[in-house]
Structure formats: C-alpha cells, structure tokens
C-alpha cells in the first residue's frame, strides 16, 4: 500500500577529494531533509540548510514572481512588454539602464549598440512562481554509490501543438498519468493546481506529458519499492532545491518504502519554494537567472539506492503471483445472496 509522509531532502556534505552534495563516500554521511508539519531540526553548522562544509554561503534566491491566482490566473498575470512576454517594472528599469550605457556620447562615432533582448523560443518552460509554504526537516541517508544513480528518468513538457510535434513520427502513443522509472520501483509524474495527474503518454521510449500556459503544476514521485531511495530532480536542467545547474552529486529527496513526495517548486528556504509554473521560454525561471535556455522542457529524476541495500533484492512490483492472481480473478464468485 502506498503512503505519504513528508518529504525528505538530503544536504551537502564536502568530501576531502569532491564535493558529493547529497551522496556519501568515505565513510562520510549523507544528511538529508524533508517537509514536515514541525521545525527543522537541529545539527552542526556544516548540516544547515544550504551552505555546505566548505563555508560558503547560502544560494542566492531570485525575487518571488508575482502572485497568481489560480481561479483566475489571467487576471492578475506580470505586465506585458512589446514582445507578449512578462518582464514588470525591474526588467523595463535594467533595460532603459542598459540602453543608456549603451548609446553613444555626443560627438562619438561609436555606432547605437541595440538592447540586447532574451531569445524568442516558442513553447513552455517552467517560471519561478508565487511563494508556498514547504518546511523541511532532516533525516539520515548514506547512497551506497555516490554518484552512480541506478536508475534515470525524464519527462519532456510542452505545450499540445510543441508535444504533438515532438512526439511526430514516434510510433504508438501510450497514455499515462504517470511514468514508471527503474522497471516499475518509482514512477514519476506532474499534478495540476487542483491535484490531477496531468495528461501525459509514452512514444518511443520518451515520456511527455502537456501543459497550460500560466498553470501550476508539481511534480510527484512514488516509491512502489521496500527500500529507501533518494532522487535527486531537475526541472529545465536546475536542481529544484538550490536553482542552480543540476547534476548528480547535489542532494535529493528522499523516499522511505512505499512512500509518495510531492515536489511543489524551487526551494528558497526551509520553509518555502516558489512555485512550479508553466510559462513562456523568456519568462522562465532558467532564463532569468541564468540567461541559459538550452534544457528548458524536460523534468529529470536520478535514483540512488542505499547503502547495504540494492535494487536487486526488491521484488517486482508486479511480479508473477500478482499477475496470476489477477487472471484468477472471478467475477461471479457467489451465484445467490447470503446474509451478512
């Protein structure tokens, strides 16, 4: 049977030859964290939230995007620049500043330098939403291969037309509401604001899954298996706890046996995330912060295992009993009513 508990992030521990982030090596521990309805706990000061051994300090955070209101998200979207797409107040200042270091002093023959203007992309990527509350809290976990996760797991988002045309020329198209990753151990899919599994297939051999401009989605990840498993997600090539580039040494969320996380945006702090939402190429959270847009669209999950444990000795999720005891099903088994 599946539960939900909190879910668990691990934090970032500086090994004397690399920095594993969310792993274990040498003996070294492995600290994840997690929502949960009390405080965060206590531990050394290399263990707090966000800044790792070697002393450095906390990620930045990026300014919280405006507030949507999810009844009626078009009422209360960011102003609109020439272009359609959602800059404010801030952007319209950094370029009416950047234009004026950029034109020429009188009597230069230095030629005009136009704004530089982010790249046009057609499609969604994922904005750096409203403030939510997600407090978390820590746990201990130690990866039995540090950087080697044993499974691997995407969905591709986009909006009908941009899936429709990727998915073009893939072959059959299966439906799904969520995907299976590690031969059914994990499954990973994407909920809409009112809690649905957004509609999603699989076409050869990719996930991908559809998605409304200005809608808030989160990103849920089930543990169908006996053993305890981090994953470490991305979403548009950043790591959802700290925002920067991902990769697998950085921490992850943790998962106990049949357990279920919700991932609700970029965390912030330990108490709160921006919110997932989908929006235009230039107004995304990837963007913004980076200037970078190349991995926009694509969700990533890595799977460690832990130490003294290993996938192996996890049943199948759907193993032959489970199989054969459904084809003996009967559907009439008793032919006249009897009483309670």
Same mark, same amino acid.
């Given at each position: 049977?599946?539960?939900?508990?909190?879910?668990?992030?691990?934090?970032?521990v500086?090994?004397?030859?690399?920095?594993?982030?969310?792993?274990?090596?040498?003996?070294?521990?492995? #600290?994840?964290v997690?929502?949960s309805?009390?405080?965060a706990?206590?531990?050394?000061?290399? !263990?707090?939230?966000? #800044? !790792?051994?070697?002393?450095?300090?906390?990620?930045?955070v990026?300014?919280?995007?405006?507030?949507?209101?999810?009844?009626?998200?078009?009422?209360?979207?960011? +102003?609109?620049?020439s272009?359609? !797409?959602?800059?404010? *107040?801030?952007?319209?200042?950094?370029?009416?500043?950047?234009?004026?270091?950029?034109?020429?002093?009188?009597?230069?023959?230095?030629p005009? +330098?136009?704004?530089?203007?982010?790249?046009?992309r057609?499609?969604?990527?994922?904005?750096?939403?409203?403030?939510?509350f997600?407090?978390?809290t820590?746990?201990?976990? @130690?990866?039995a +291969?540090p950087?080697?996760p044993?499974?691997?797991?995407?969905?591709f988002?986009?909006?009908?037309?941009?899936?429709?045309?990727?998915?073009?020329g893939?072959?059959?198209?299966?439906?799904?509401?969520?995907?299976?990753?590690?031969?059914?151990?994990?499954d #990973?899919?994407?909920?809409?604001?009112?809690?649905?599994?957004l509609?999603?297939?699989?076409?050869?051999?990719d996930?991908?899954?559809?998605?409304?401009?200005?809608?808030?989605?989160?990103?849920?990840?089930?543990?169908? @298996?006996?053993?305890?498993?981090?994953?470490?997600?991305?979403?548009?090539g950043?790591?959802?706890?700290?925002?920067?580039?991902?990769?697998l040494?950085?921490?992850?969320?943790?998962?106990?046996a049949?357990d &279920? #996380?919700?991932i609700?945006?970029?965390?912030t702090?330990?108490?709160?995330v921006a919110?997932?939402?989908?929006? @235009?190429?230039?107004?995304?959270?990837?963007?913004?912060?980076?200037? &970078?847009t190349?991995?926009?669209?694509?969700?990533?999950?890595?799977?460690?295992?832990?130490?003294?444990?290993?996938?192996?000795?996890?049943?199948s999720?759907? *193993?032959?009993? !489970?199989?054969?005891?459904?084809?003996?099903?009967?559907?009439?088994? @008793?032919?006249?009513?009897?009483p309670?």
């Open positions: 049977m599946m539960t939900r508990t909190h879910a668990k992030l691990g934090l970032g500086l090994a004397a030859t690399a920095l594993l982030g969310g792993c274990t090596g040498g003996g070294m521990r492995n #600290v994840p997690g929502s309805g009390g405080g706990k206590d531990g050394p000061a290399h !263990e707090s939230y966000g #800044v !790792e051994s070697r002393g450095e300090a906390a990620p930045s990026a300014p919280p995007a405006p507030t949507f209101d999810e009844s009626a998200p078009t009422t209360s979207a960011p +102003e609109l620049d272009d359609g !797409e959602g800059f404010g *107040d801030a952007a319209r200042a950094d370029a009416a500043s950047g234009a004026s270091k950029s034109a020429p002093r009188a009597g230069s023959s230095q005009f +330098e136009r704004e530089k203007r982010p790249e046009h057609p499609g969604l990527a994922t904005q750096f939403g409203e403030q939510r997600s407090r978390v820590s746990a201990p976990f @130690s990866r +291969e950087l080697s044993f499974a691997l797991g995407k969905v988002y986009n909006d009908p037309q941009g899936i429709d045309a990727m998915a073009s893939l072959g059959p198209r299966q439906h799904r509401g969520s995907f299976p990753v590690a031969s059914g151990h994990v #990973v899919g994407l909920r809409d604001g009112r809690g649905r599994f509609s999603g297939f699989t076409a050869g051999g996930n991908f899954v559809s998605g409304i401009k200005g809608e808030r989605y989160t990103i849920v990840v089930r543990n169908h @298996s006996p053993g305890r498993v981090e994953a470490v997600v991305s979403v548009d950043l790591d959802v706890i700290d925002g920067r580039p991902a990769a040494k950085k921490r992850g969320y943790l998962l106990e049949h &279920e #996380v919700e609700d945006g970029f965390r702090s330990s108490d709160e919110a997932f939402r989908f929006g @235009s190429v230039a107004s995304s959270y990837a963007a913004k912060k980076h200037g &970078e190349r991995n926009v669209g694509v969700i990533g999950v890595a799977l460690f295992h832990e130490s003294g444990d290993h996938p192996s000795r996890w049943p999720p759907f *193993d032959g009993r !489970e199989v054969d005891r459904r084809h003996g099903a009967d559907p009439f088994p @008793s032919r006249f009513s009897s309670p």
